[in-house]
T-cell receptor, first 119, second 110 residues
Framework: NAGVTQTPKFRILKIGQSMTLQCTQDMNHNYMYWYRQDPGMGLKLIYYSVGAGITDKGEVPNGYNVSRSTTEDFPLRLELAAPSQTSVYFC??????????????????FGDGTRLSIL | GQQVMQIPQYQHVQEGEDFTTYCNSSTTLSNIQWYKQRPGGHPVFLIQLVKSGEVKKQKRLTFQFGEAKKNSSLHITATQTTDVGTYFCAGDTGRRALTFGSGTRLQVQP
């Protein structure tokens, strides 16, 4: 049972390039999340999904896009990379059914993160 | 907007001393979770509190949820070097996803 797997672990991009951060989970979780963590700071929610085909913006969605075509995968797309997007990106998942009161109370399982530098 | 604030941002203690981090919300929380992130690692779920005034213990860690469900604390008794890391609270403020606090970084000197 791998849990939440993120690839790549490290990446350096040039300004203006694009890339996709991959995230997959094998726990059959409905909820998936993307966070960014700047050095010494907390977690900021970029996008989240409550199930396949459903995505929603978090606190800091600008410059990013997501899709959720399957339960397992939740890729994060960066278009036109900017230095301000240098950060560590974490994907997470949790169980529960959207609409049920207990859904947000399920523990989030995080991947190991992708360290992204944009120069 | 709805925020979850954590204090202090950073604390440096001697091994054996106690440590407390506090989490405060501008709105009533349905539940609150606590996570620990070791340096260079990813956040790991520790516990969830749901009831007003709830207190839960995990060995040397004590978690409390305030009576008004707007604040929470994590207390570590007799810190050890293995406690080093950043502790985050995450609260359900009514949005569709939890709101994470900014975290408290704990450094323990042997």
């Amino acid at each position: 049972n791998a849990g939440v797997t993120q690839t790549p672990k490290f990446r350096i991009l040039k300004i203006g390039q694009s890339m996709t951060l991959q995230c997959t989970q094998d726990m059959n979780h409905n909820y998936m999340y993307w966070y960014r963590q700047d050095p010494g700071m907390g977690l900021k929610l970029i996008y989240y999904s409550v199930g396949a085909g459903i995505t929603d913006k978090g606190e800091v969605p600008n410059g990013y896009n997501v899709s959720r075509s399957t339960t397992e995968d939740f890729p994060l797309r960066l278009e036109l990379a900017a230095p301000s997007q240098t950060s560590v990106y974490f994907c997470a998942s949790s169980s529960g059914w959207f609409g049920r009161a207990a859904a947000k109370g399920q523990p989030q399982h995080f991947g190991d993160g992708t360290r992204l530098s944009i120069l | 907007g709805q925020q979850v604030m954590q204090i202090p941002q950073y604390q440096h203690v001697q091994e054996g001393e106690d440590f407390t981090t506090y989490c405060n919300s501008s709105t009533t929380l349905s539940n609150i979770q606590w996570y620990k992130q070791r340096p260079g690692g990813h956040p790991v779920f520790l516990i969830q509190l749901v009831k007003s005034g709830e207190v839960k213990k995990q060995k040397r860690l004590t978690f409390q949820f305030g009576e008004a469900k707007k604040n929470s604390s994590l207390h570590i008794t007799a810190t050890q070097t293995t406690d080093v890391g950043t502790y985050f609270c995450a609260g359900d403020t009514g949005r569709r996803a939890l709101t994470f606090g900014s975290g408290t970084r704990l450094q323990v000197q042997p």
